[in-house]
Every structure is written in C-alpha cells, then in structure tokens.
C-alpha cells in the first residue's frame, strides 16, 4: 500500500511540474503583453493592474502584422488543402496493394524520410529551390506538402489497414469504380485521421521558423509570423511588451484551432498508428 501510495504522489507531482512548465510561459506572455513599460520595470511577476491594449494596438499599426497573419494564413490554408487530397490518395493506393513489391517500395521509400533531419538537407533543398525560382510563397507550399508526406502516409496507411476490404468489393458489385470507393466511402471514414493530420502540420506550419527562412527572405512582404517575430526585436529596439504582444497575437489562431480540435489527435494517433 505504502508503495503505490509513493507512486501515486510521484505521478501527480510530475503531473503538476508539466502543468507548471507548461504554465509559466503563457502567464509571462499574456501578463507582460498586458503592462506599460513602467510597470514592468517595477513589478515583471506580478499582474497587470489593468488590462492595458496599447501593446497590441501599436503591433498592428507599427509591424505589417495583418500583412503577415495573412501570408501566413495563405501558406498554411493551402498547404493543408493539398496535403488532405493528395496524402489520403496515395495511401489508399498503397494500402490496397501492400503486397505488390512496387507499392512496398515507394511506401518504404516515403517512410525513409522520417530518419533523415532537416538540417542534413537544408543546404540542398535551397540551392534546388533557387535554380528553379521558387523561393517564394508557392515553393515554400511545395515543401510542406512534400515534407508532410512520410507522417501522414504512415498514419493513413495505419488506419487504412483497419477499413476492411469487404467494403471496395461491396462497391464494385454496386457499379463503383475505384475512384468513387475512394471518394464516396473510403475518404469519409478516413475523417478522424484526417483531422490528426490537419492539427499536426497546420502547428507545424503555422510555428516553422527554418523553412520560412531560407525561403522567404528575399522581401519582407513574404514573411511569415514567426519571422516577424524573429526580426521584431531588432526593429522595435528590444521592446518586451511589443515582443509578448506580437508573440500572443502569433499564438492565439492556432491556440483556437488546437482548442476546438484537440480531441481528435489523441484518437486519430491512436488509430493510425497502433491498431
């Protein structure tokens, strides 16, 4: 008793320790994007008296933030859209052939791209990227989706395995052919993965700071948030209240969509993955 007892107390205090972790950083930013200058000089850990708005107005006005929330939410919107059609397709294609040594190949392939960093690559993809003039906005869309393709195959393909294939012959015998399996039965159940998927790189896309800068920093009307964050000190003269309001403002679209879908990751993780 006295042993799962100790156990009991060591899991909750870890528990709390993550939550703590986890904790501090937002209360700093939302607090500090809430104060004047002077009262953070006098009181950095305490509350803000007010609610004070100036930080995120002077954002706004001063920074191009409108100009970057919308090229970021261009170049996540878009590369999302491509990833939910052209993942599901060939996983589909590889799920119903795993045994053809063909399909079994390009499925390994694809996978090997887990076991390679980005930094081994980095140099490459931007000399590839520039020789064919796409370093810009359009190119940037073409990486993500490329890249997003070993995850999103494995999860598919995990959970195709589970959709029996009693369901493609019920289609065929009813007239379908396979494009209308794919697309009126296969791809509806395919829902919850899908979702993962969505909520996985669109945090990803949305947070990445590497790609966006070795491809779109040519002009800074192609920045992304996350670049704007990262050139905002040095343009605002190290001032933390305007860095914590840029930095809640960049948090909070994605912070929403987590929220709202957030349910669907552990689930569509685990029936993909694991079954």
């Known amino acids: ?25 937002m209360y700093f930013t939302v607090t500090i994007a809430m104060k004047t200058p002077t009262e ?63 399909f079994k190949f390009v499925y390994v392939f694809i996978l090997a791209g887990i076991f390679i960093p980005f930094q081994a690559i980095m140099l490459p993809v931007y ?40 369901l493609d012959d019920a289609s065929k015998i009813d007239g379908c052919g396979v494009w209308q399996t794919f697309t009126r039965i296969v791809y509806p159940l395919m829902m919850p993965i899908l979702v993962t998927i969505l909520i996985l790189n669109s945090l990803w896309i949305w947070n990445d700071f590497m790609l966006p800068l ?35 403002m960049t948090m909070l679209p994605i912070l929403i969509l987590y929220g709202f879908a957030q349910k669907y990751i552990i689930g569509g993780l685990t029936e993909g993955a694991l079954k």
């Open 214 to 248: 070795i491809m779109l920093n040519r002009t800074s009307d192609f920045w992304t948030l996350p670049l704007f964050i990262y050139n905002f000190k040095s343009e605002y003269s190290f001032d933390y209240n305007l860095a914590f309001a840029g930095f809640f």
């Open 127 to 166: 000399k590839h990227m520039s020789s064919l003039n796409l370093l810009n906005q359009p190119g940037l869309i073409i990486m993500y989706v490329t890249f997003s393709f070993t995850q999103g195959m494995f999860l598919c393909v995990g959970f195709l395995k589970n959709v029996p294939l009693e």
């Open 40 to 102: 953070m000089t006098t009181s950095f850990f305490s509350l803000p008296s007010s609610f004070y708005l100036g930080n995120f107005e002077q954002v706004i006005n001063k920074g191009k933030f409108w100009l970057f929330l919308g090229n970021s939410s261009y170049i996540t919107v878009v590369s999302i859209a491509v990833m939910l059609i052209l993942i599901p397709m060939l996983s589909y294609a590889i799920s119903r052939n795993a045994r053809k040594p063909y």
């Open 1 to 25: 008793m006295k042993t799962s007892r100790l156990a009991q107390i060591l899991k909750y205090a870890v528990l709390v320790l993550g939550m703590l972790l986890i904790a501090a950083p």
